[in-house]
């Protein structure tokens, strides 16, 4: 075991992934990053992610490209229709809607229209998340609006093992995969094997166990929940979080098995207050495990609003550990 970020991990996974397959390529703007400073330095990216690839592998296997996300996805797109593994960087989700045509009309239904014959092994990275100032076009956190999209696959890891893991799994796919990195986690630091086995898509976490509520939470949330979980348990509330790492396809039998214990249910994201994450998974509890409820479901998502620009104004903005103790407390009155 050793300890690493989650950009690290990612970086490390991809390092490992294109050693063994030389059908991987990875593509987009500035994942080579640094090519006009003095020396060459090459700096992977804004976040540093794909650092040290082009050195390893070459400028045909890591492309810098265009600002361009309609062009480079839909370059993707086709190579991974004729025999490639793309793995693709939009550097915010935000710039979705530049290449939203490519990704939901092409990239996800390649698979359908051909009735299969056509493999689209297509993993698109990018980034989520408030609470660095970025202001509300950098700043979003779109996983439930791609979700929607039949033929995606669409990840939130919160861990660095979780972040390299389903990264290996999603090259490994056969369709479109789309991880979102929260930008406030990159720099968190968690045990990982060496190896960074792959997480299999479609299987949750119960990233601490409990009995009285049940609390699902994704990306940057997790760690607010088991921070409001510690809290709570010394008021004597055992809280389960579960951490469901993708949300399509959904570990539905995880939620409702520990909501069927706990008979109570908070949902925490930092996506859409309206027809996001937390709206599926209170649809999950109230169509498949109404028997179950002891309260109502409840979630807990910023408002529904653009993210706000100023930092004091964004901290309001996103759920806090505190909103969730003081949501669960009220649940459990």
């Avoid at 991809?14 to 593509?27: E, G, L």
């Avoid at 996805?73 to 693709?88: D, N």
């Amino acid at each position: 075991m050793a300890s690493m970020t989650i950009a690290q991990a990612l970086n490390k996974a991809m390092h490992q992934i294109m050693k063994v397959d030389a059908s991987v390529v990875v593509i987009g703007e500035d994942v080579v990053g640094g090519s006009g400073l003095s020396g060459g330095e090459e700096l992977g990216g804004v976040f540093g992610v794909t650092k040290g690839l082009a050195q390893a592998f070459g400028r045909e296997r890591v492309i810098d490209t265009p600002i361009s996300e309609s062009a480079f996805v839909g370059m993707a797109t086709g190579a991974a229709m004729t025999g490639l593994k793309p793995i693709v960087e939009v550097m915010f989700c935000d710039f979705f809607g530049v290449c939203f045509d490519q990704v939901f009309n092409q990239a996800a239904k390649a698979r359908f229209l051909s009735n299969g014959r056509i493999k689209l092994p297509l993993v698109i990275r990018t980034t989520m998340g408030a609470g660095d100032g970025s202001g509300a076009m950098h700043s979003q956190s779109l996983h439930g609006l791609l979700a929607s999209v039949p033929g995606l696959a669409v990840v939130c890891p919160s861990t660095p093992a979780d972040a390299a893991g389903l990264l290996k799994s999603a090259v490994a796919a056969d369709g479109p995969v789309v991880i979102f990195e929260h930008k406030g986690l990159y720099g968190v630091s968690g045990e990982v094997k060496a190896a960074l086995p792959a997480v299999p898509l479609g299987k949750g976490n119960i990233a601490q166990p409990g009995d009285d509520i049940t609390l699902v939470a994704l990306s940057a949330m997790v760690p607010k929940a088991l921070e409001a979980a510690a809290t709570l348990k010394a008021d004597g509330i055992s809280v389960e979080v579960i951490d469901p790492r993708t949300v399509h396809p959904l570990d539905s039998d995880m939620i409702l098995a520990s909501l069927a214990k706990t008979g109570r249910l908070l949902v925490v994201d930092e996506g859409a207050a309206f027809m996001g994450f937390a709206d599926r998974v209170l649809s999950l509890a109230a169509s498949e495990g109404f028997a179950s409820l002891k309260a109502a479901p409840q979630k807990l998502t910023p408002p529904h609003t653009p993210v706000p620009y100023g930092r004091k104004a964004e901290e309001e903005w996103l759920p806090a550990a505190t909103d969730i103790v003081a949501t669960v407390k009220s649940m459990l009155m």
